[in-house]
């Protein structure tokens, strides 16, 4: 099933009625700043192992979430004056941010270290759905691993749509994904260079 949102003022009571399945425990395709993501509430075990199964992906590998802001970025992870200043001035926008997981993080979503990857994308569709929801959603990218990542959510509906409850269409979005960045320790460490510019990155923060 395919729901059109504006992606310049998504609809409140089609905000609502996606927040409704995933308060359900359903799972959804979504748009993002990037391509399109996969995604369900992050307290949603039995979504997340749908997810898993969907992408066919190691369990090894925690996903990531989305987060509405700074300050819900701070319940879900140990922020540094230098960090929150860094993603202050970053986000919303297209960076996956590595940061030590607070005790509020479930423990499917944490890698052996503890950290968490945490996005703050530049879209308003999927940041009025975590606010409404109330907590972060999971946020992958909406193709199976080793797979091109997909941004025509028509696309997603044909290739995904029987393993998923809803796929919002909020347009068609380039294959582009986030670049990954390690706010452990003191400097900022470039995992993955994507859609967002580190060349800041090069003299540190």
């Known amino acids: 099933m395919i729901l ?27 748009p993002t700043d990037t391509t399109y993501g996969i995604g369900c509430s992050i307290f949603n075990k039995r979504g997340i192992e749908r997810i898993y199964l969907l992408k066919q992906r190691e369990k090894k590998k925690p996903f990531s979430f989305i987060c509405a802001d700074l300050s819900e970025v701070a319940r879900y992870a140990r922020v540094s004056n ?10 919303p926008g297209p960076y996956t941010f590595v940061l030590e997981a607070s005790s509020v993080v479930p423990d499917l979503l944490l890698t052996r270290q503890k950290t968490v990857g945490i996005r703050i994308p530049d879209n308003r569709i999927c940041l009025s ?15 199976r691993s ?22 919002v ?10 670049s990954v960045v390690s706010l452990i320790g003191d400097r900022p460490e470039v995992l993955r260079a994507g859609v967002g510019d580190v060349s800041w990155c090069e003299g540190g923060a």
Do not use: W
């Open 129 to 143: 759905l975590v606010r409404e929801l109330g907590h972060p959603i999971i946020t992958t990218s909406a193709n």
């Open 82 to 91: 230098y960090a929150f200043k860094l993603m202050r001035r970053l986000l």
């Open 169 to 178: 269409d909020g347009g068609i979005l380039p294959p582009d994904v986030s």
């Open 4 to 30: 059109q949102i504006n992606p310049d003022n998504p609809q409140p009571r089609h905000i609502a009625r996606v927040v409704e399945i995933l308060d359900r425990g359903g799972i959804i395709a979504y």
């Open 146 to 167: 080793g797979e091109e990542p997909i941004g025509d959510p028509l696309q997603a509906e044909q290739e995904m749509g029987k393993q998923l409850d809803l796929v």
